[in-house]
């Protein structure tokens, strides 16, 4: 999925209009892999679409481009018992939900599938006390984030701003990072993000306070609302709040986007508190399934703008995102919310409220039950008149604000995704597990492990047990959420000061953002040696089927730990014989109903030395 592109930055009307109506910006497609060897994938036809990744910068004068692979899970079939969502969108990855469910999909009328705000993010506020020698132009469609007047435009498929809001955290990529082309604050619109806005009164104390934009995708952005004026607020309002986001791109067809984040609204008197922040677009969910059944809900909205707690301009709302649903059989409901969200109300009267944002787009081959795309109405100025004694006619009105637009509802609609064919494939795990191991330090445990791949995941879950079989958590580490890429953690468990323990176990759990688990492991570290005694393993047969030899030659006899283990580091058996000195056999029977795949046999002394074999279950 391509994201970036070429548009107009000149600082006239036609700021942040695509040039490049013809290029990739939205185009996704299909494929299949071949074959992988390291970092390289290799695929079953050649691509349709050109793909670029290109860095932003000014000296150059190029703008970001991206694009993201999305692995696609495969399910025999999916109930939902539980709400399902998806990592937030970041700047690089995140943002979709797409899988495809061979034998169904059972939805629920109480748990549903949601990536509300988690698509394009809203322009982040900022509290600005202007910049001398500005000069005021209420036109001015651009500005840099580093003077210090104006407010942040959204994050669109045009680009990302510097000051970007997430719906809980400010960010702030540098100053070297503007991320539009001319800067990224102002009142400009680009491309589906809202624009900031231009201050009234830039180069005093930026506090004429007029309001960000909403966000598109199949509906326009809402204007922002207007900046105060110092001698008749209600008459000789200055019209330079933000820019409605727009969408402008020839083949809408084949094209999906994020929700476009809406602007920020400027602000000098917010000091502590919730700033004027633009509200984050919705994600996006593609889902074929040969039949739905139950009552599947999709929620894909765009969130509000915020009020600032102090007497500033409120921000724009962010825009429903883009779902798809297909199915060729069922009856169950389909209900689909990809609606804009609504304008942020200014902190006082005569300052511009947020524009609203437009709604989303529903492509389906069938009319679900429920599919709005609505669009996200305008903020209101506020009640707070103090100082101002003839802002009276300005309580509570748009001041400019305008809502967004309707968005898109495409039914029975004969997509390409269509023509996918579905293969028989359970539970495509979220994370490709390369190692995991550890070894002792200095009376710690250091942990190490490295993935090829992570797919929507949340964090790491390290578990520590005294016996390999009762396991309760030690720590956390946060993953890389969505990557190609290779990732590599660590972790340390400090003070194994415990004369009693002569060995530990540890296992890797991997959670994802629908709370799903993924077992690895089990390694295990020795603490403390006593007497050496030495001891051989073997089974047989490998493969086995309903039942297995074990094969134990010890010099010393004792008592032992058997274990055995799934791949996934699921404990299936546990034994503890005593062993004669010399050859032993171990015979575990009745193993016919276990599945079919690798078992681990782990065999530990009374020293903690332990051996392991790898076995095949036909």
């Known amino acids: 999925m391509q994201d970036g592109g070429t548009m107009d930055t000149t600082n006239t009307g036609n700021y942040g209009r695509k040039v490049d109506t ?12 071949k074959s992988k060897t390291g970092q390289s994938i290799t695929l079953n036809h050649a691509l349709k679409y050109k793909y670029e990744n290109q860095v932003f910068s000014v000296t150059n004068k190029t703008v970001k481009k991206q694009y993201q692979i999305v692995r696609v899970p495969q399910f025999t079939r999916w109930t939902l018992t539980k709400n399902y969502t998806c990592a937030p969108w970041n700047g690089s990855s995140g943002g979709i939900i797409v899988a495809m469910v061979q034998n169904g999909i059972t939805g629920s009328a109480t748990y549903k599938i949601n990536v509300s705000g988690k698509g394009f993010r809203g322009g982040g506020g900022v509290n600005l006390t202007g910049a001398s020698g500005y000069g005021i132009n209420w036109t001015y469609q651009h500005s840099l984030s580093t003077k210090a007047c104006n407010s942040s435009k959204g994050e669109g498929n045009g680009g990302s701003p510097r000051y970007t809001w997430n719906g809980t955290v400010l960010a702030d990529s540098g100053s070297t990072l503007e991320g539009y082309l001319q800067g990224s604050f ?19 104390d930026n506090g004429y306070n007029s309001g960000g934009a909403g966000g598109a995708n199949g509906g326009y952005g809402g204007r922002g609302g207007d900046s105060w004026h110092l001698f008749n607020p209600q008459a000789n309002q200055h019209p330079c709040g933000g820019s409605g986001g727009r969408i402008q791109l020839k083949d809408m067809d084949n094209r999906i986007f994020l929700g476009g984040g809406g602007g920020s609204g400027t602000s000098n008197n917010s000091t502590s508190g919730t700033q004027s922040n633009g509200g984050c677009g919705g994600g996006i969910v593609m889902l074929y399934a040969d039949s ?6 999709i929620w894909s909205n765009g969130l509000d703008g915020t009020m600032p707690s102090g007497t500033d301009a409120g921000g724009g709302g962010g825009a429903g995102g883009t779902v798809m649903v297909y199915k060729n059989k069922g009856t169950g409901l389909i209900r689909i919310n990809a609606n804009g969200g609504n304008g942020g109300n200014s902190g006082y009267v005569c300052h511009g409220p947020g524009g609203g944002a437009g709604g989303g787009v529903i492509y389906s081959n069938i009319v679900p039950d429920t599919q709005n795309v609505y669009l996200g109405v305008n903020g209101l100025t506020g009640f707070n008149g103090s100082g101002c004694s003839n802002c009276a006619p300005c309580v509570n009105t748009a001041y400019g604000s305008t809502p967004g637009g309707v968005g898109i509802n495409r039914s029975s609609y004969n997509h390409p995704l269509t023509s996918v064919t579905l293969t028989s494939s359970c539970n495509s795990l979220p994370v490709e597990m390369l190692s ?31 016996d390999g079989e009762n396991f309760e958590p030690i720590g956390t580490v946060e993953s890389n959420h969505n990557t ?12 194994l000061n415990n004369p009693n323990l002569y060995v530990l176990y540890y296992r890797l759990v991997n959670q994802d953002y629908n709370g799903e688990k993924q077992y690895h492991g089990v390694i295990t570290i020795k603490l403390k040696r006593q007497v050496q005694n030495t001891f051989g393993l073997n089974a047989f047969p490998n493969p086995f089927q309903n039942a297995l030899n074990i094969n134990v030659f010890v010099e010393q006899a004792g008592y032992f730990n058997v274990f055995l283990y799934s791949s996934t580091g699921v404990m299936v058996q546990k034994l503890n014989p005593n062993f004669e000195q010399g050859d032993n056999i171990l015979k575990l029977s009745e193993l016919s109903s276990l599945p079919s795949g690798l078992y681990i046999i782990s065999v530990q002394n ?11 279950k036909n």
């Not at 190609?484 to 003070?495: H, L, M, Q, R, V």
């Open 22 to 33: 013809t290029g990739n910006s939205g185009y996704y497609e299909w494929a299949t892999v």
């Open 186 to 204: 102002g009142r400009g619109a680009a491309g589906n993000a809202g624009g900031g806005a231009t201050d009234g009164n830039p180069n005093n």
């Open 292 to 297: 739905i059944n139950g009552t599947l809900r």
């Open 436 to 466: 995991f191991n550890g070894e002792l330090v200095s009376n710690k445990t250091e942990l190490y492990w490295a993935t090829a791949m992570e797919n929507n995941s949340s964090h790491y879950i390290i578990e520590r047990s005294s």
């Open 484 to 495: 190609n890429n290779i990732s590599k953690y660590s972790f340390t468990n400090a003070n």
């Open 606 to 616: 009374q020293d903690g030395d332990t051996k392991l074999l790898k076995l095949m």
